[in-house]
């Protein structure tokens, strides 16, 4: 037999092979390990935030069930956690866009030392209100034209603004408190620190839920937050897109000092008093709230629902670790490490780091 005939019954024999291979069938996964995959791909530092805070709830209510099955222990969460909520947001959109705002605290306690000053005065709430705004949205001007046009590492600009600030407030209040206990029961009180429903549930707390999904809503899907994300991935890239990149990164320092202002407002309304140290406890759980969220600190990816899921979890670890008897002290430890693991589990989990 010659070797052309061999070939071609080597040929003849391939086709029905192949032919039978392929009514086997491939094996293809569940619909449903699919789509939880293409979740976890899409949505997978928001669900590690969400599994963080359940595992650790559950682990507060295992070790002291008679203190966090009690609502009030809830309720009195509730009024701090929308000041975390406020600033922690647009510390998202300024990371996710490659840059960092250390300044909020003390824009904070200087927006609030406003508002109180004012209405210790006798000034309507509302032009107090909008006077404190003003500043802050002059602040984070103040922080854009220094770091996006000055060219200063932000870092280094906003962690110094926030010494100036808060080293401002010391010399003019000279520690001393303002009392605001005048707009207690106030119609402008009522409608931002108030409460409503037979169980007193915090006014504010429902100003948060709108502000995140509002957060949310921009940051997925309006173009602003769709730029901020290009800006931080890949700056050149957003620049040959038609990105205006100084525009968006100016952006992101006004809404921080915007939404400062505001929280300094809502801290004042909440202590019915302003304190020379208000703001000053937000730094760390702020930062560890965006970072435990799901926020990478490289920039190019952030998550806004993931960053409200980090206030809840920074919010109740004060709470938690004084109802399972472990001293307060150990709070700070907490965070620290919250931040660091935080940021490992970014690295292993995009396999990105700063290097």
Wanted: charged content about 10%; overall charge negative; glycine content about 12%.
């Amino acid at each position: 037999m010659s070797s052309s005939t061999t070939e071609q019954g080597a040929k003849g024999l391939e086709a029905p092979l192949a032919a039978n291979m392929g009514d086997i069938p491939s094996s293809p996964q569940p619909k449903v390990v699919r789509e939880y995959l293409a979740y976890l791909r899409r949505y997978g530092q928001v669900a590690g935030a969400l599994t963080f805070y359940v595992v650790m709830m559950a682990i507060f209510i295992a070790l002291a069930p008679t203190v966090f099955t009690n609502y009030d222990v809830y309720a009195a969460s509730w009024i701090s956690l929308p000041t975390f909520i406020l600033v922690a947001v647009p510390e998202v959109f300024i990371i996710t866009a490659g840059e960092i705002d250390l300044s909020f605290p003390g824009l904070v306690g200087m927006s609030g030392y406003l508002f109180a000053l004012l209405d210790q005065a006798g000034v309507p709430a509302i032009i107090s209100l909008l006077t404190a705004v003003a500043f802050g949205i002059g602040a984070g001007l103040l922080n854009a034209g220094l770091v996006v046009f000055v060219g200063l590492p932000a870092l280094v600009v906003t962690l110094g603004m926030m010494f100036f600030w808060e080293g401002l407030i010391s010399v003019l209040t000279g520690g001393n408190g303002i009392a605001t206990t005048n707009l207690e029961g106030h119609a402008f009180y009522n409608v931002i620190a108030g409460t409503v429903f037979h169980f007193e549930f915090p006014v504010q707390m429902l100003w948060a839920i709108g502000f995140g999904v509002f957060a949310v809503i921009i940051f997925g899907r309006h173009r602003f937050g769709i730029h901020v994300s290009c800006v931080g991935d890949n700056i050149q890239a957003a620049r040959e897109m038609g990105i205006n990149v100084r525009a968006v990164k100016t952006g992101t320092f006004v809404f921080m000092g915007l939404m400062s202002a505001l929280t300094g407002v809502l801290s004042v309304l909440i202590d019915n008093n302003f304190y020379s140290t208000t703001g000053q406890a937000l730094l760390l759980p702020v930062i560890a709230a965006v970072f435990v969220g799901g926020t990478p600190p490289w920039g190019g990816a952030g998550t806004v629902a993931g960053a409200i899921l980090g206030a809840c979890t920074v919010t109740f670890i004060d709470t938690g670790l004084v109802g399972i008897g472990v001293n307060a002290y150990w709070t700070q430890v907490f965070y620290g490490v919250v931040i660091v693991v935080s940021v490992l589990s970014h690295r292993f989990i995009t396999g990105r780091s700063q290097v």
